[in-house]
């Protein structure tokens, strides 16, 4: 079993496949879901509560975004997330965001930029509050929403699947050692750094932004290996 943390699944507001879909990320990231590790939809299934359609579904949508790979007859095995991948991730994100941002400083009007300061500020209160999901799901917000005042859905979309491909390991320890509310405060300097005009400080957080969530992935990548090599039996 994969012994999930109990999640509130049914909602007449969304998708049963869409809410199976963010309770699987939602483990991805933290953690309860390890890579290599092969799950059945039934079991997983039992977990939440639900058949195994909507899970099967959820699944072949993750795959679909690389998180998980189909393993005929047998379920779905959680793919294992290199360090060259995060790098690379990470290159590609530097290459589009950080000279975009300097776009958006220099044509965005203030009250967009302003409009976004309670995304900004819900980011630190999750952080804070110690609530990884809702951290994760404003920090998607903010950027996206960011990235949105080109006005090129192309790029928002982009970016949006590099972020789902880029799943955060063992964010909960990183959590507990209190290095989330930093980067969650970088959001708030990244917003008055525009609203002032100051293009170049604006893109050189950025740069450093993405490189502190590059950080936060190794660390909680080598966490994340070590409780799974705790768990494995003795040979």
Known sequence: ????????????????????????????????????????????????????????????????EGLVEAIRNKGFRVTEMTERDLDNYTEIRRLIEIPTIGLITTTAEPEQLEALRPEAEEIVAAARE???????????????????????????EVVGDLRKRSRLYGLTELDQAGVLVDSAQEHIRLLDLMLSGDAEGAQELMRHHLGHVRTLWAAGKQEADKRSALRLPSR
């Open 130 to 156: 110690h609530d990884l999901i809702g951290y994760l799901e404003a920090d998607r917000r903010f950027h996206l929403d960011l990235l949105s005042l080109t006005g090129n859905d192309h790029l928002v």
């Open 1 to 64: 079993m994969a012994h999930l943390k109990p999640r509130k699944i049914i909602s007449v507001q969304e998708h049963l496949r869409d809410q199976v879909a963010h309770a699987l990320r939602a483990a991805l990231i933290a953690g309860e879901l390890r890579p290599g590790v092969v799950y059945s939809a039934p079991t997983l299934a039992a977990e939440f509560g639900v058949s195994a359609t909507p899970v099967r579904e959820a699944m072949l949508d993750l795959a679909r």
